[in-house]
């Protein structure tokens, strides 16, 4: 089945770690999506990528590293450098075209606990 | 910056009764998308409205694209319990940066049985 996947579903680290969180998508899909969501709260992104090797900053990328390599993977960093990384992480996709982007496919999520 | 602001925050209403949340942005849109996040689980696209005054049905649920493409809304007709979640607008970015969606704070609907 065509979709996007995310791991870890569930992390803890410790202050102070670097975390990585995996996004693989096997829609063919050019644009990858990484938003960040807290309780009662709506989506922020973090970081976005239109076509492999290039990514843009969201509007909270401080303390995030990305990297797009091939074009299913997307995998977010969370650095020691996030000062309250305890979160919900979605990755998503899109097509993209000249004229915009479809709809957002989004995995099932990562909740990261800092301890 | 452009901000998408969406509103209620939270609506509780009984099975049967209809609900309503309004989506605004600083910005004139190019399209607007609506999802909805149920409790525990991921956004899920609902539709996508392109024209001004675009309206949209689908079953109980009708969305609508204000004449200016600055609003949109999304109507539940006779709510059910399966309509339970968070429903969120989000609207792409300005000239070139289409892949920069911006997405309101979302609405959490609540239906009681």
């Known amino acids: 089945d065509g979709g996007i996947t995310q791991s870890p579903k569930y992390l803890f680290r410790k202050e102070g770690q670097n975390v990585t969180l995996s996004c693989e998508q096997n829609l063919n899909h050019d644009a990858m999506y990484w938003y960040r969501q807290d309780p009662g709260q709506g989506l922020r992104l973090i970081y976005y990528?239109?076509?492999?090797?290039?990514?843009q900053k969201g509007d909270i990328a401080e303390g995030y590293s990305v990297s797009r390599e091939k074009k299913e993977s997307f995998p977010l960093t969370v650095t020691s450098a996030q000062k309250n990384p305890t979160a919900f992480y979605l990755c998503?996709?899109?097509?993209?075209?000249?004229?915009?982007?479809?709809?957002?496919?989004f995995g099932e999520g990562s909740r990261l606990t800092v301890l | 910056g452009q901000q998408v602001m969406q509103i209620p925050q939270y609506q509780h209403v009984q099975e049967g009764e209809d609900f309503t949340t309004y989506c605004n942005s600083s910005?004139?849109?190019?399209?607007i998308q609506w999802y909805k996040q149920r409790p525990g689980g991921h956004p899920v696209f609902l539709i996508q409205l392109v024209k001004s005054g675009e309206v949209k049905k689908q079953k109980r649920l009708t969305f609508q694209f204000g004449e200016a493409k600055k609003n949109s809304s999304l109507h539940i007709t006779a709510t059910q319990t399966t309509d339970v979640g968070t429903y969120f607008c989000a609207g792409p970015g300005l000239r070139y940066n289409f892949n920069k969606f911006y997405f309101g704070s979302g609405t959490k609907l609540n239906v009681k049985p």
């Open positions: 910005t004139t849109l190019s399209n």
């Open positions: 998503a996709s899109s097509i993209s075209s000249g004229s915009g982007s479809g709809e957002l496919f």
């Open positions: 990528s239109q076509i492999v090797n290039d990514f």
